[in-house]
């Protein structure tokens, strides 16, 4: 039975399985067909048949003159045979787009398109003509005498029944025409868009309209007799005429704005920009949403208005029937003068008159009349936002009307719509120069405190630093506020305390006078010492200090926990804190040479020292090399720490000094020496230093902004050397019997690949290769990648023969960096979620430097090892300047049961296409990412599912 079973192992594991090989798949390349191949039109044996030949031609349509030449040849022989029109439709759009290929002479084809459309019956053609014409027109704007060709054709047609044909026949005429056209009368082309707009057919009032505009955007001046049809066109019962009408008087109002125009019913003369200014405002009441949007939002931008218009904007308490109030004073002794006391012997001879003399008439019009109020309480949140911007940009300009629109706006913070509050809120922000808030308003403006919106929130803060406080209960009121802000959402005290450092130091007099109720300070009695991991305290302390700057007095009131809790928040928040000279204070004591704080002349003067010291590297031995190089690096850190301007410098400088290192120890390995039967054991060392010289001149090229050329370079250089070690471990490693993905001659193709990657680079900026490249780049031509023993043998010596040359970097250099803000990383609190479910993080950080912020990624690391990696929508990215983003996301992740909470990592990055690892078998693909901050812990604890 034992030998049965021997034998029948021996005969499984002995087995042979063959499998047959398959025969390689081949690659059918499709030729795209030619253009005169698919427009046999000949072929077409029906209508359907021929509009789908010409869908296929539209799809491939030649780029070559010659080509072009031959397929409107073609569409022109089709055109005469086919009777259907919206074949003959399809082919004159196919006319028109082929007009436009370089090189094609496409004004012969003006004269071929105008026979067609001179002979052509159907309305949908001519009108398809029409605008073929103008599109060719479009394409050659030099030549006037096409031009005018083309307008006196469109005005042939102008009586045409059909209003497409009409609407294309105005539009052309509103983008080709001139000053005048040679036509019927000789009439100019605003005359004959003028009695355009009193078509019959709406579409074609509008397109009249529509090609006044056009003129005014192509630079000609129009008249000022286009006004009154402007005007009588804001009754149009169509929305589009009123639309175009309400952006014609706007053009006007610009224009001609001095210009004194009479009032109907009236002796009086109004300047343009104030009719117009009305005429626009009576829209805001308009039926359509877009009319009123259109008009609220135009409305801004006329700076040139007068005060009583702007003011009525704001009333809605309209004189009756526009008569002009007077008192029973006046009328009583308007009558006396008269001596039209009533006898009483006629019935209703004091009775009011129907017919109004021209003092009566109000020369505002109606619309004037709180318009802007109209348009705050619309239903539709686009009038609301455009009535808002409107009324933010002429208060900026006129401080009376800032003032009296103040109320507005900060009715206005109480809308249901977030972007609508916050857009009242960046207005007011805006004008507040010109602003003083009452206590009243102030009240409403602290009340919006409690938004659950955190840009809402902010946006307030930075109003409250720019507003001037009337009292000190104003400044009372603001300052507790902001403390119960603080302690309902504990994540806006950087927000918070930036915000009491702008009111500290605009408001010191007023501070002075609420410092010892804020300190709890006392005369007599020695008050508890408050926590400094108080957030609360933190933001007195910093509205205190800043509103010492400008004011001594407060001084003598700080309790002497007050003045060491200063040295530590100097130090800890040195923006926030300005340098203060207390008296009697323990900094005054210090020697001149302790007080002193180091330039930035003298941080660049010993980085230009340390940089010096690498002078001699070349010719010293490993160890003292190895040894001056961390002294180094230590001491760029250091230099980086101190001074902000010189840390990207410091920062990029000791990358490079790092990666030289991990060169020199790689090189100095004891795996070179040994045989390749026994230093397998030795190669993963020299991998694991290759690996960190690829991360970190991948580092250098992508976090650091402003390298020149030749920086650039170098560091492709030094990357050049981490593969080449990398190859000659690969290939050691190989030879040891170690297993890999990729075959010798693959690894040797795949290096001399990068090396002609390298090469291109160099040539192209013009850059000098370091000794190592130059051999290299000399033996290209040897090299081949089916010899991998030779390779090794020839690069082996030459890497081991040339040292790095040092890297001198700019100061111009900037860091790619991010700031993590939220979560902030100090709390202790665990956060429980149910396992399996997810669980939302708010994250809000500033992102600087970032190129392309819609690469960043957050990434998660669990104390498991397992990583996350999160995009980030692009409507959470804002952007505040350039080269400066905020991140305002969250952030989902889920995990099992644990038995404790932990902390999980979270951090930014960003991902880079390096293809350095070997299809990234060791570190995955959360291997290919640069950190840009460090992580930030956060405590969680997957909690047991309730059943």
């Given at each position: 039975m034992a030998a049965h079973l021997k034998k029948r192992a021996y005969e499984e594991f002995s087995h042979v399985i063959q499998e047959e090989i398959k025969p390689p798949k081949k690659l059918k390349l499709a030729r795209k067909p030619s253009p005169e191949e698919v427009l046999d039109l000949s072929t077409a044996k029906t209508p359907q048949a021929a509009v789908q030949l010409l869908l296929k031609f539209s799809n491939n349509l030649p780029d070559e003159s010659g080509a072009v030449e031959g397929a409107v040849r073609h569409l022109l022989e089709f055109w005469y045979k086919e009777k259907e029109s919206y074949v003959r439709s399809k082919i004159a759009q196919l006319l028109g787009r082929l007009a436009h290929t370089p090189g094609f002479a496409a004004a012969a084809l003006v004269d071929d398109l105008t026979s067609l459309l001179q002979a052509e019956d159907s309305h949908q053609v001519r009108a398809q003509l029409l605008d073929s014409l103008l599109q060719i027109g479009r394409g050659l704007p030099l030549h006037q005498d096409l031009h005018r060709k083309l307008v006196a054709i469109a005005q042939q047609f102008l009586a045409d029944t059909y209003h497409l044909v009409r609407s294309k026949c105005l539009e052309l005429i509103g983008c080709l025409g001139t000053a005048g056209v040679a036509g019927k009368g000789d009439l100019a082309v605003e005359r004959i868009l003028a009695d355009a707009s009193h078509d019959q057919d709406p579409r074609v009032r509008t397109s009249a309209l529509q090609a006044m505009l056009t003129l005014h955007q192509r630079g000609l001046k129009l008249s000022l007799g286009g006004y009154q049809q402007s005007c009588a066109a804001l009754t149009d019962d169509y929305e589009g005429v009123r639309l175009a009408a309400v952006k014609l008087i706007w053009v006007y109002s610009q224009l001609y704005p001095e210009t004194m125009i009479p009032v109907p019913s009236s002796n009086e003369e109004l300047r343009l920009v104030d009719d117009g200014f009305a005429k626009i405002c009576n829209m805001v009441n308009d039926l359509?949403?877009?009319?009123?949007?259109?008009?609220?939002?135009?409305?801004?931008?006329?700076?040139?208005?007068?005060?009583?218009?702007?003011?009525?904007?704001?009333?809605?308490?309209?004189?009756?029937?526009?008569?002009?109030?007077?008192?029973?004073?006046?009328?009583?002794?308007?009558?006396?003068?008269?001596?039209?006391?009533?006898?009483?012997?006629?019935?209703?001879?004091?009775?009011?008159?129907?017919?109004?003399?021209?003092?009566?008439?109000?020369?505002?019009?109606?619309?004037?009349?709180?318009?802007?109020?109209?348009?705050?309480?619309?239903?539709?949140?686009?009038?609301?936002?455009?009535?808002?911007?409107?009324?933010?940009?002429?208060?900026?300009?006129?401080?009376?009307?800032?003032?009296?629109?103040?109320?507005?706006?900060?009715?206005?913070?109480?809308?249901?719509?977030?972007?609508?509050?916050?857009?009242?809120?960046?207005?007011?922000?805006?004008?507040?120069?010109?602003?003083?808030?009452?206590?009243?308003?102030?009240?409403?403006?602290?009340?919006?405190?409690?938004?659950?919106?955190?840009?809402?929130?902010?946006?307030?803060?930075?109003?409250?630093?720019?507003?001037?406080?009337?009292?000190?209960?104003?400044?009372?009121?603001?300052?507790?506020?902001?403390?119960?802000?603080?302690?309902?959402?504990?994540?806006?005290?950087?927000?918070i305390w930036r915000c009491m450092q702008q009111v500290g130091s605009h408001h010191a007099d007023l501070v002075a006078t609420l410092t010892p109720e804020l300190l709890c300070a006392h005369p007599y009695f020695d008050a508890t010492e408050p926590d400094m991991d108080d957030p609360a305290y933190i933001a007195i302390l910093i509205l205190v200090f800043n509103a010492a700057v400008s004011c001594p007095t407060l001084q003598p009131m700080f309790p002497e926990h007050t003045l060491r809790h200063y040295d530590y928040l100097r130090d800890s928040l040195t923006e926030l804190v300005p340098q203060l000279k207390l008296e009697g204070h323990r900094s005054l004591m210090m020697s001149p040479e302790r007080q002193r704080r180091p330039s930035l002349d003298d941080h660049g003067s010993f980085l230009q020292h340390i940089l010096s010291r690498l002078g001699a590297l070349p010719n010293m031995q490993h160890t003292a090399a190895v040894g001056l190089l961390q002294m180094t690096i230590r001491d760029l850190e250091r230099v980086g720490s101190l001074e902000p301007q010189l840390a990207a410098t410091a920062a990029c400088t000791a990358m490079y000094l790092h990666c030289h290192m991990l060169f020199r120890k790689a090189l100095s390995d004891q795996l070179w020496a040994m045989p390749a039967a026994l230093g397998a054991v030795q190669c993963a060392t020299v991998r694991a230093s290759v690996r960190q010289m690829l991360e970190l001149t991948h580092q250098m090229e992508q976090l650091f902004l402003g390298l020149s050329s030749e920086?650039?370079?170098?560091?492709?250089?030094?990357?050049?050397?981490?593969?080449?070690?990398?190859?000659?471990?690969?290939?050691?490693?190989?030879?040891?019997?170690?297993?890999?993905?990729?075959?010798?001659?693959?690894?040797?193709?795949?290096?001399?690949?990068?090396?002609?990657?390298?090469?291109?680079?160099?040539?192209?900026?013009?850059?000098?290769?370091?000794?190592?490249?130059?051999?290299?780049?000399?033996?290209?031509?040897?090299?081949?990648?089916?010899?991998?023993?030779?390779?090794?043998?020839?690069?082996?010596?030459?890497?081991?023969?040339?040292?790095?040359?040092?890297?001198?970097?700019?100061?111009?250099?900037?860091?790619?960096?991010?700031?993590?803000?939220?979560?902030?990383?100090?709390?202790?609190?665990?956060?429980?979620?149910t396992a399996g479910l997810a669980l939302a993080i708010d994250v809000d950080a500033t992102l600087d430097n970032v190129t392309q912020a819609q690469d960043v990624l957050i990434q998660l690391k669990f104390p498991d090892g397992q990583t996350q990696l999160t995009s980030v929508r692009p409507a959470d990215i804002h952007r505040l300047g350039p080269l400066r983003h905020r991140v305002l996301t969250q952030v989902y992740l889920s995990h099992q049961q644990w038995t404790e909470p932990c902390h999980v990592e979270l951090g930014m990055v960003l991902p880079y296409s390096g293809g350095d690892q070997e299809d990234e078998e060791e570190g995955g693909a959360a291997s290919n990412v640069i950190p840009l901050c460090k992580p930030v812990k956060v405590y969680i604890l997957p909690t047991p599912t309730k059943r």
């Open positions: 359509t949403m877009t009319v009123r949007a259109e008009a609220a939002g135009l409305l801004g931008s006329l700076h040139r208005v007068s005060a009583r218009f702007l003011e009525q904007t704001l009333d809605k308490k309209l004189m009756s029937h526009l008569r002009r109030k007077r008192t029973a004073h006046e009328r009583a002794k308007e009558m006396y003068a008269r001596g039209e006391w009533s006898t009483g012997k006629k019935w209703g001879d004091d009775a009011p008159k129907e017919e109004l003399d021209t003092d009566s008439i109000s020369l505002i019009d109606s619309g004037a009349c709180g318009a802007f109020v109209h348009g705050l309480e619309d239903e539709f949140l686009e009038v609301r936002s455009a009535s808002v911007d409107s009324l933010c940009e002429l208060a900026s300009n006129n401080p009376t009307f800032a003032q009296q629109s103040l109320d507005f706006l900060v009715d206005m913070f109480n809308d249901e719509i977030e972007g609508v509050r916050l857009n009242s809120i960046r207005s007011l922000r805006k004008i507040c120069r010109h602003v003083v808030l009452r206590e009243d308003q102030l009240d409403t403006v602290l009340g919006a405190l409690d938004d659950a919106s955190k840009p809402i929130r902010e946006a307030l803060h930075e109003l409250l630093c720019s507003c001037q406080q009337l009292s000190k209960a104003c400044l009372n009121s603001t300052i507790h506020a902001m403390l119960r802000n603080l302690s309902k959402y504990p994540s806006d005290r950087l927000s920086e650039v370079g170098c560091v492709l250089q030094m990357r050049l050397k981490a593969h080449t070690l990398q190859l000659l471990v690969d290939l050691r490693g190989r030879q040891a019997g170690a297993k890999g993905t990729k075959t010798s001659s693959q690894l040797c193709e795949l290096y001399l690949q990068r090396v002609t990657e390298v090469q291109s680079y160099l040539n192209s900026k013009k850059v000098q290769a370091d000794p190592f490249t130059q051999a290299l780049m000399a033996e290209m031509s040897m090299l081949e990648s089916s010899k991998a023993s030779l390779i090794a043998k020839y690069l082996l010596p030459l890497i081991q023969g040339h040292i790095p040359p040092a890297m001198e970097i700019g100061n111009c250099v900037r860091q790619a960096r991010a700031d993590i803000v939220e979560p902030s990383g100090e709390s202790d609190n665990v956060q429980r979620f």
